[in-house]
């Protein structure tokens, strides 16, 4: 009696009940059981205790369900936390915090196979809300009969044996039911612009309409090219092309970063100074960065455009959502930002080199080619830049880790390198986390200097396409053309003045325009400032990125100043040029 006196007494003092009665048990039992007697007696009462609790347990990992009012079992539900968050929050903590641990209700015996019956659970519950309940019965394992210390071992084995059938009836689901690669082929396809045709096609017919400021833009009509692109591409064959849908986001991708970046919990972290970069350039970004609950206010004081604002969206149900979430595809949506705003910068600059054909016919005349020639260089080496960085992120940076990221979750049964659902979780997030480091999405102070180019390569292309604009080509282009003459007229052709003739008027035209443009010096200086400009930056981030790829974790960054330095011409001319490139001010 006096052994069940001791026991009542430290559960009642405790409010101990359920796991932590049974450690109680078993502590008293080890340290107090010294005869027979009192050993039996622990025994009986540590059966007796563990009967509810391995009801619990055996439901749990058999069916995913708890059946706990008291709340003495080990696994602890919140029912606050919703499923349907995981679509809408980025920061939504579903699959973390929905179900957790009670370390106090864990009995010593099973602690260290606690976080397996954790997630035998939550697979066999994700089962059961996509209604396979019937799948779960039939992989139901025994648990032993009595839950004890002195089956310690075969609860142990019981438990993996749950764990391994939970693993593959979820992992089943997704890959083959709910064809998990193929979804994630369906947003490599857009997000990381792998179908071209499409996003060619998609872009030629919308560019004209997100040049407009966002409050003037139709979505409905942008939805509608964009649905005109899917079906009339090579994207038409794509079973999920209907998931795909887009929107406009109140911030450019710069604020999106510099959000996700410096504010953890309201607060702006401190980024320590980059080796080589002066601190003027980067803490402007820290004092730009808004806090979430400045973002109405944010929104109405700011207007971008539509190719800033734009993104794609793709619409995930229930299970997918536990690995394709809202913050998986934010990740996504940053990448395709970052890609799409190249594109556009690429394609602004090649208009700019269709302007410029128009003018070769005159370089033949000094003061044409002197005007320029400059144009022509800075043109020239700015496409070397846009499509040398385009092609590092493509195909050193998305296709590598793409493909290393399909291996992992395609591999066959007997060489997989993924068992869980919390295993692909891990191996989605990891390529994910890779492509942001290694596309300079992660570090404040290379997307500054990466924005300032590709600004500097906007406004270039359109100061060209103005100028090309202002000057008379296309009297010279009408002028070289032959020009039909009236049937019966043939008798005055000398009355029509020559092609040559013709055309050497017209050139005179544009000769006299250039003479008027370098007049004033205007043209020659802000030709010169676009040039300083451009390689002041250049250089700006050829000196992070050789600081950066010093430690080993950034080696892949010297993929990209070896490609855009692969005959040391702008080591060259940065050396010789040393004092010309001061960072520029603003303005």
């Known amino acids: 009696m006096e052994v069940v006196h001791n026991v009542v007494h430290e559960a009642a003092l405790g409010g101990y009940g359920g796991g932590a009665l049974l450690n109680l048990l078993y502590h008293q039992a080890t340290t107090r059981g010294g005869d027979q007697q009192s050993r039996d007696l622990y025994a009986y009462l540590i059966q007796c205790s563990a009967v509810p609790y391995q009801d619990m347990l055996a439901q749990w990992i058999h069916e995913g369900v708890i059946e706990d009012p008291y709340g003495e079992f080990m696994i602890e539900e919140h029912e606050e936390l919703s499923k349907e968050s995981l679509n809408e929050d980025f920061n939504d903590a579903y699959w973390e915090q929905k179900y957790t641990v009670r370390s106090e209700q864990v009995p010593a015996f099973l602690a260290k196979v606690a976080p397996k019956i954790l997630t035998t659970g939550k697979y066999l519950n994700v089962v059961r809300e996509c209604d396979k309940k019937n799948v779960i019965a039939q992989t139901k394992v025994s648990v032993p009969a009595t839950l004890s210390p002195a089956n310690e071992r075969a609860c142990v084995e019981q438990v993996e044996q749950a764990y391994q059938h939970a693993s593959q009836i979820l992992l089943h689901l997704l890959m083959q039911e709910k064809q998990l690669i193929l979804h994630l082929r369906s947003i490599k396809h857009y997000f990381l612009l792998a179908q071209g045709d499409f996003f060619t096609h998609f872009m030629d017919s919308a560019s004209?309409?997100?040049?407009?400021?966002?409050?003037?833009?139709?979505?409905?009509?942008?939805?509608?090219?964009?649905?005109?692109?899917?079906?009339?591409?090579?994207?038409?064959?794509?079973?999920?092309?209907?998931?795909?849908?887009?929107?406009?986001?109140?911030?450019?991708?710069?604020?999106?970063?510099?959000?996700?970046?410096?504010?953890?919990?309201?607060?702006?972290?401190?980024?320590?100074?980059?080796?080589?970069?002066?601190?003027?350039?980067?803490?402007?970004?820290?004092?730009?960065?808004?806090?979430?609950?400045?973002?109405?206010?944010?929104?109405?004081?700011?207007?971008?455009?539509?190719?800033?604002?734009?993104?794609?969206?793709?619409?995930?149900?229930?299970?997918?959502?536990?690995?394709?979430?809202?913050?998986?595809?934010?990740?996504?949506?940053?990448?395709?930002?970052?890609?799409?705003?190249?594109?556009?910068?690429?394609?602004?600059?090649?208009?700019?080199?269709?302007?410029?054909?128009?003018?070769k016919k005159m370089l033949g005349i000094p003061i044409i080619r002197k005007a320029l020639h400059q144009s022509y260089s800075l043109r020239h080496r700015m496409l070397h830049f846009l499509q040398n960085f385009q092609h590092y992120l493509m195909f050193e940076v998305l296709e590598p880790n793409w493909h290393k990221m399909e291996q992992a979750l395609r591999s066959s049964d007997d060489d997989a390198k993924v068992h869980t659902v919390d295993e692909v979780l891990r191996c989605h997030n990891d390529f994910l986390d890779t492509c942001l480091k290694e596309c300079m999405l992660t570090d404040h102070r290379l997307v500054k200097i990466l924005t300032k180019?590709?600004?500097?390569?906007?406004?270039?292309?359109?100061?060209?396409?103005?100028?090309?604009?202002?000057?008379?080509?296309?009297?010279?282009?009408?002028?070289?053309?032959?020009?039909?003459?009236?049937?019966?007229?043939?008798?005055?052709?000398?009355?029509?003045?020559?092609?040559?003739?013709?055309?050497?008027?017209?050139?005179?035209?544009?000769?006299?325009?250039?003479?008027?443009?370098?007049?004033?010096g205007k043209l020659q200086h802000t030709l010169d400032r676009f040039e300083h400009n451009f390689n002041s930056y250049l250089k700006l981030l050829m000196d992070a990125l050789r600081s950066f790829s010093t430690t080993e974790s950034n080696q892949h960054m010297m993929h990209l100043l070896t490609q855009l330095d692969y005959n040391q011409f702008y080591s060259d001319y940065f050396a010789n040029n040393q004092a010309n490139f001061a960072i520029p001010g603003k303005g």
């Not at 100061?463 to 009408?478: A, C, G, N, P, V």
């Not at 049937?487 to 003479?515: I, L, N, T, W, Y």
């Open 453 to 520: 180019l590709m600004s500097i390569c906007v406004f270039f292309a359109t100061y060209s396409h103005q100028l090309t604009s202002s000057l008379s080509l296309d009297s010279i282009e009408e002028a070289d053309e032959p020009t039909a003459r009236p049937q019966g007229r043939r008798d005055d052709k000398s009355k029509a003045p020559s092609r040559s003739v013709r055309v050497a008027s017209s050139a005179q035209v544009v000769v006299d325009q250039v003479h008027e443009l370098l007049r004033d």
């Open 208 to 359: 004209e309409e997100l040049r407009k400021m966002v409050a003037d833009i139709s979505l409905g009509k942008i939805k509608s090219l964009l649905e005109l692109s899917l079906r009339t591409s090579t994207a038409e064959s794509d079973p999920f092309k209907d998931l795909l849908t887009c929107e406009f986001l109140p911030y450019n991708l710069l604020n999106q970063l510099m959000r996700i970046i410096h504010v953890v919990h309201d607060t702006v972290q401190v980024v320590p100074p980059m080796v080589g970069v002066p601190l003027a350039t980067t803490d402007t970004a820290a004092k730009s960065t808004i806090g979430a609950g400045e973002k109405a206010a944010f929104t109405a004081a700011t207007q971008i455009s539509g190719l800033e604002a734009f993104t794609f969206d793709y619409k995930v149900s229930w299970p997918l959502s536990l690995i394709i979430s809202r913050k998986a595809l934010v990740k996504y949506q940053l990448i395709f930002r970052h890609l799409f705003f190249c594109k556009h910068v690429e394609r602004q600059v090649c208009t700019s080199w269709t302007g410029h054909q128009m003018t």
